[in-house]
């Protein structure tokens, strides 16, 4: 998939059926992630990789956004070091592998910002990290329609040159 096909068709997904990924896919998705460019190249993300059924039940009945991750075949939790850059640096990461497991036919959510501190004992995430995030991943459930999104029009969010000029 061109990588604008990904991002122009990239759909939220919370209903996964029941089938694990396969460990070459889930590594790749992973290594996106790892790619992906930081501030001064401080890499300030770990990434823990969970598959265990058991374990994505507990993230499920423990992130308060996301009860679906205990479908998921997968999730990957997304811990980061205490840095002025990390959230920053994290969400880039983070859509690096939303966008390649949507390419591999693999769905995908942001789960966290609120509620990730009983994560963090779970999975054994040391103290000086913070959870950003966990991204439930599996194979849709439902058919997503591609590329059917409600986004504002171009006009009403890009400007030239200086706010309120039309692009």
């Known amino acids: 998939m061109e990588t604008f096909d990904a991002v122009r068709t990239v759909l939220a997904v919370r209903k996964y059926q029941d089938k694990s ?29 969970v598959e265990d059924k ?4 507990e993230l499920g009945a423990l992130a ?23 959230i920053s640096d994290g969400s880039r990461a983070i859509q690096s592998m939303i966008l390649t497991a949507w390419s591999a036919g693999v769905g995908s959510n942001w789960v966290g910002f609120v509620g990730m501190e009983g994560i963090k ?4 995430i040391p103290d000086e990290l913070d959870v950003l995030a966990i991204l439930p991943l599996g194979y849709p459930a439902d058919k997503v329609g591609r590329g059917k999104k409600k986004r504002k029009p171009l006009a009403e969010v890009a400007h030239a040159g200086r706010f309120g000029k039309a692009f």
Request: charged share 15%.
């Open 121 to 124: 004992p779970v999975l054994g």
């Open 54 to 57: 058991a374990k994505l039940r």
């Open 21 to 49: 990924i396969p460990k070459d896919v889930l590594r790749q998705i992973v290594e996106a992630g790892r790619l992906t460019a930081s501030a001064s190249n401080k890499q300030p993300w770990n990434f823990i990789v």
């Open 64 to 86: 308060k956004s996301g009860p679906y991750i205990a479908q998921a075949g997968a999730a990957i939790v997304v811990a980061i070091e205490h840095n002025p850059f990390a």
